[in-house]
């Protein structure tokens, strides 16, 4: 038989057991809000530089034509 000393022992242990489960499963949920706040941002980042090169093209598209005429006619208008 266990003595009242033994059973508060092996209880005080198995709350121990149980306080540091709880620790590493509140650790593991604020890592994986974490993780998630950087997919967030990341995705943010990505959909912002997504844009620019949008814009970047088509601002290239629409000097595209005109360098293309000024090749060709300028020499032209030396003569």
Known sequence: MLTTGQLSAFLNFDQAKVAAS???AQEALCT???????LNKTHAEIV???RTVDGFTFITLA?????FCTSVFYP???L
């Not at 994986?32 to 950087?38: I, S």
């Not at 000097?63 to 360098?67: A, D, G, K, R, V």
């Open 22 to 24: 709880e620790r590493a």
């Open 32 to 38: 994986m809000k974490r993780t998630e706040d950087t």
């Open 48 to 50: 912002q530089q997504g």
């Open 63 to 67: 000097f595209l034509p005109l360098n």
């Open 76 to 78: 032209l208008l030396s």
